[in-house]
């Protein structure tokens, strides 16, 4: 959904706007650009293509001057052009913006704009800031753009510099995402913690209709009307290495290698003695938690699938009733929920504008939320009642993978703490549960360092245009997670099924060139009904691939290919099961010549709904 980066120093901020904006790439990478001032001249260079592309026509980082501003692009208002690529100026050339949001009443303004005589060199909505500003300017850009910002309907995180103002950097937020970092003798804005990391890890989320102006030594935080606000200063605890490819091709591959790490700091100090220490966090009283009855989960992608995981924990153990929902479906119905209903928020980036608003509609009506969140200090962790975060760190390839498996952890702590609560568990019980969940990391281990046969697999059927995945109770959420990285990174049509749905319509798919992808792993509910979904596929000459429990010495007689999958419960081989899926993407993408870590048309953060 963009992303903008901005700095003022005593450094040459180009390289510093450059690097960040490769860390924010994440966010859009259909076109990118740069502004600086260099002796009291704007100058602007952009063009369209992911950064390394430009930067081979453009020496972005060549460019002079201690101040600007930089955006990547995820077009929403005119197409991807050189000249709708951000930064965007006024008529005078004086003043340039970066935007990320949609600003809503555009049109009227920009016809408005163009009979006071204003020439409009974009077909995009932001250009009408930058003209707006104009208007407005007085010889005072941080009173110009608060101005102009009261005139604009839409969401913006926005980061403005003026030529005759050049010790000036001006930011404002409402509803995307805006962070200040704070430096010694430098200030930055950015849209996300890891386009500067490097430089502080000193961050003030910036709220909605607030506005801060940056010199290089200080700061100042104002609400819309110009009145000051003190804002708390938070602290990342993120290394900054976590943003780094540290000799990993891509993030994305990265990230799959980082799940046993950020299993182990998500569980770090929440396990006690066999107890389950999360009571403060959840920041809810014993009576609070004993009144809840019932749990609606809202998400979107991967982090619904993790909801959907949830669900099968929550109501197989904690015997508690749990409704998921999507969450932009949510707020657009009547939800029926109430003092006694429990809202869970899951969301990797804490910006998801979707999830924001399911929070926003469960909060209007009452109802307690608690968030499972990756980033601190996000948005949706802001705005609910309390959050259980996922030590997965950064996460920058836009396929979500570390942050998946790190949510389905918390989900089992929070079930298991619940079953304790609801005393659907006894102690004994919980115990044993969570010895099997502090084996993951190192069955995690096991599994990434034997991924031959997974590449195997996806160099012979990198070329097939259909996959289907498949699979049964806790396990069906895996397929639809598998299905998702396929078709997210490769651009292969990809479906997941519960398996025994399959004869309910996708069976007339199978043929001989249909890989069909079944998770597969034993357990005393439906494995032995999943071997007869596998006969199914194999009996119409579909390729059976097989996730299965190691030492399965049936399904290798049946499945074409068997990847196995170290022996847990069977609750738990859901968090297993997706990494060699999350393999096969990874593999099937990059042979394929694609880059997984900037698949086309996706941004990481979808901050507008
Ligand atoms: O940051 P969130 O977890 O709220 O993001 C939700 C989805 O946008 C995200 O999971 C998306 O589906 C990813 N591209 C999945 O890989």
Redesign the pocket.
Known sequence: MCGIIGYIGNSKAAPILIEGLKRLEYRGYDSAGISTIDKNNIIVEKDIGKINEIENKINFSGLDGNIGISHCRWATHGSVTKENAHPHLDCSGNISIVHNGIIENFSELKQKLIKNGHKFSSSTDTEVIAHLIEDNYNGDIEKATRNALKQIEGSYALGVICSKEPDKLIAARNESPLILGLGKDENFIASDVPAILKYTNKVIYLENNEMAVLTKNNYLIKDINGNKINKKIVEIDWDSELAEKSGYEHFMLKEIHEQPRAITETLNGRIENGNINIKEELNLSNEELQKISRIVIV???????AALVGEFMLEELAKIPVEIEY?SEFRYRNPVINENTLVIA???????A??LSAIREAKKRNTKVVSIV??KGSS?SRESDSVLYTYAGPEIG????K??TA?LVVLYLFTLFMSGLKKSLDDEKIKELLEKLRKLPLQMETLLNDNKEIKRISDIYKDKHNALFLGRGVNFPIALEGA??LK?VSYIHAEGYPAAEMKHGPIALIDKNMPVVFIATKDIYTYKKVLGNIQEIKARDGIVIAIATEGDEEIKKIADYVIEIPKTLYILSSILAVIPLQLLAYYVATDRNLDPDK?RN?S???TVE
């Open positions: 998400a979107c992608g991967t982090s619904w699938h969450a899951i969301s990797q980036s804490g910006e998801t979707d999830t990756n980033v949706i836009v396929a979500s993978t942050a998946f949510q998702l990285k997210e698949p996706l990481k953060s979808v």
